[in-house]
């Protein structure tokens, strides 16, 4: 195996060392981080300490592993989530399937490494780039390497304890899985509700036509509702806050000095002589790869750029922008081609090739004999029909005067291809062009009046922050930051502001964060680390779920006749008509999201028969079934198959969040990732 496929597949414990080292440093700042001579607890689970050098070291060793790059808070928050579950499958998981018995023998291992058996550890490992097969020699290669070179024997530790842990892991699944099953009546029910719709009519007394004075919800009742169903109210630790936003907006100043800066560089840019170096030197210019017909231009691009003329400079969405033409080309729209993909090395055989197929030879048996990419080769080499646009560099060069019928070599990167042109449209003028674009931002001395007034409501708010808002004239908004949250909701780019509130105490006002293009303070308002929302936070919500009964229970007796049309009447409402009505549906045109309402019709047999009443999400309905219809699509054993793939994916998924659960764990990391 290559020194390069050792860093770029096996690279960890470099990653490793150099994770040590730093980690070395942080502590060694001691009080300065805030760890005061201790290793700081940044979660817990099951009932242990995970410690922040034992997650920093996790967090480099998978962050070496996946490849995945630190570029924005995406990428961040999916790796800190990979860490996170990786520490929960090695304290949680690992300890608990030894004790239930489940071991990965030597027997398993050889058949995974041999590919006998799937394995996606090793498959992310050893799978060959060009097929897309697992390569066994591979790992060969890799265990020979091992036992002479430390790091090699470090990384094909590091995989067997990945590969260990995925087996026991589907093992688990298995026993799992192993307990689901449906039976026959289940079979039957699902069978019908999948082949089976209703039509008919509806009608509805809607809690917002019946007014809230007309009846009373007491405390008592509130709290026995609470009591009763306290369960659904369990939540995670939680931090509230407050904050304002000084948004930085550019000023009209800003916008005329802005725009004659740009026609000043326009002025210039439509003078140079060399477009390229122009474009290069200016901080806001950029040289386009590929090649445009006016079809994929606006009518004004293509107007001044087709006829050699500079276009702009324009605002347009938000942004000043300019382009002058660099290159053009008559070449076709659309170019079909096979290929022959060789390594670069093979310069050789290349020749030979040419040589060949210019001479007669079959290009689609040449592509499945010598073309080293499989996904085409097995193809022929069929590439596709593709736009010219599509080709860049070499291949645009190349490309651009291509004939059909023609076969050309193109020497490019690590790899020479062989093409052979099927297609070529009719040429037309293709353009490459440089441009330049200056987005309308705020001036510095814009940000720095935005940053004063920020920092004068700073010193006001340390007195009180609501007077502070509103004498500023800004509107303070809230939030709530739930354990495990790495950003505020609604606030992007907020990491800062969320690692300051973990580890701020209540009244504490933040520094002026920079979030976006604009200047953040905050305040924290509230811990809460009950186990249970309290009460008094859901009081609305609770008032409102006991209204709705009251008025169930007011309305349903009046909602009774012989006929649809005669309930209706009874409640000065209209009749409706309701379509295609399914068991596993949860809207319905007309009363809309009503999944009660939707099962109720669903379970129904007779037709023409007035429902009782039903309670609803928005109203109290009754209706009638007028009709039933079977499409028989779904048959017994498809329905069975699909019954226990969905059971089987359901318990599994609630088995592993039982066991979190059960765990009682605690993360903690915000403070410090």
């Known amino acids: ?46 009932g242990e300490n995970i410690n922040y050098s034992e997650y920093y070291n996790e967090y480099e060793q998978i962050k070496a592993q996946s490849g995945i790059q630190e570029t924005d808070e995406q990428q961040s928050a999916m790796l800190a989530n990979a860490v996170w579950q990786s520490l929960i499958a090695k304290r949680l998981f690992e300890p608990s399937l030894e004790e239930m018995g489940i071991q990965f023998t030597d027997s398993e291992r050889l058949a995974l490494l041999s590919g006998e058996q799937f ?17 066994v020699a591979a790992v060969s290669q890799f265990l020979a390497e091992s036992e002479s070179n430390p790091q090699v024997a470090a990384a ?156 702009g400079p324009v605002l347009k969405n938000n942004e000043w922008t300019m382009a002058r033409v660099l290159d053009t080309k008559m070449a076709p729209d659309s170019i079909g081609v096979r290929h022959i993909v060789l390594p670069y090395t093979e310069t050789e055989l290349a020749d030979s090739l040419m040589t060949a197929l210019k001479g007669g030879a079959d290009f689609a048996e040449a592509a499945a004999q010598y073309s080293v990419f499989a996904q085409t080769a097995q193809l022929g080499g069929e590439v596709g029909v593709m736009p010219f646009a599509a080709f860049t560099g070499e291949f645009a060069e190349t490309l651009a005067s291509a004939k059909k019928g023609d076969i050309v070599k193109i020497a490019s990167g690590d790899a020479i291809q062989i093409m052979q042109i099927y297609r070529a449209d009719k040429p037309s003028k293709h353009i490459r062009v440089a441009s330049i674009t200056y987005p309308v931002v705020a001036s510095s001395e814009t940000r720095r009046t935005a940053h004063s007034a920020a920092g004068s409501f700073t010193l006001a708010a340390k007195e009180d922050f609501a ?79 006991l209204m709705r009964d009251k008025k169930f229970e007011a309305v349903k007796g009046q909602m009774a006749g012989a006929t649809i049309e005669e309930v209706a009447k009874a409640v000065e409402s209209e009749v409706n008509e309701y379509q295609d009505a399914a068991f596993g549906a949860y809207y319905l045109a007309g009363p809309g999201l009503e999944p009660t309402l939707i099962g109720a019709i669903a379970s129904t047999t007779e037709k023409g028969v007035v429902s009782a009443p039903v309670k609803g999400l928005n109203g109290v309905y009754v209706f009638t079934v007028e009709d039933i219809q079977d499409a028989a699509t779904q048959t017994e054993e498809a329905e069975r198959v699909r019954a226990q793939a969905v059971q089987e994916s359901m318990t599994t998924q609630s088995a592993l969040q039982a066991v979190q659960e059960m765990a009682e764990i605690k993360d903690l990391r915000g403070l410090y990732f």
Do not use: C
């Open 119 to 135: 394995s996606q550890t090793l498959y992310n490992a050893f799978a060959d780039p060009t097929t897309g097969e697992y390569n």
């Open 467 to 545: 007077e502070a808002a509103s004498a500023a004239a800004v509107t303070p908004r809230v939030a709530t930051l739930v354990q495990g949250d790495r950003t505020i909701r609604g606030l992007e780019d907020s990491r800062e502001v969320a690692r300051w509130a973990y580890g701020a105490k209540v009244g504490d006002l933040s520094e002026i964060f920079t979030v976006g293009d604009d200047y953040v303070i905050a305040t924290l308002t509230a811990i809460d680390k009950e186990e249970y929302t309290p009460i008094e936070e859901v009081v609305p919500q609770i008032r409102m779920q």
């Open 156 to 311: 094909w530790a590091q995989l067997v304890e990945q590969l260990r842990l995925e087996s026991a892991m589907q093992k688990y699944y298995g026993l799992v899985k192993g307990g689901v099953y449906v039976n026959a009546l289940e079979v039957a029910q699902g069978q019908k509700a999948q082949n089976e719709t209703r039509s008919g009519k509806w009608v509805v007394k809607r809690y917002a036509d019946m007014p809230d004075s007309l009846y009373s919800v007491s405390s008592s009742e509130v709290k026995a509702y609470y009591a009763a169903h306290k369960n659904s109210y369990k939540q995670l630790p939680n931090r509230q806050l407050s904050y304002v936003v000084f948004e930085v907006t550019p000023t009209e100043g800003d916008m005329a000095a802005l725009e004659q800066e740009v026609k000043m560089v326009g002025e210039e840019f439509a003078a140079a002589e060399d477009v390229k170096a122009f474009a290069r030197e200016n901080r806001n210019g950029s040289i386009a790869e590929a090649y445009v017909n006016d079809t994929q231009l606006t009518t004004e691009e293509a107007e001044a750029l087709m006829a050699g003329k500079m276009y």
């Open 1 to 46: 195996m290559s020194l390069n496929t050792l860093r770029t597949k096996f690279g960890v414990i470099l990653s490793i060392v150099i994770g040590v080292a730093l980690l070395a440093f942080i502590l060694s700042l001691k009080t300065e981080m805030g760890f005061t001579g201790q290793d700081p607890k940044v979660g817990e689970i099951a």
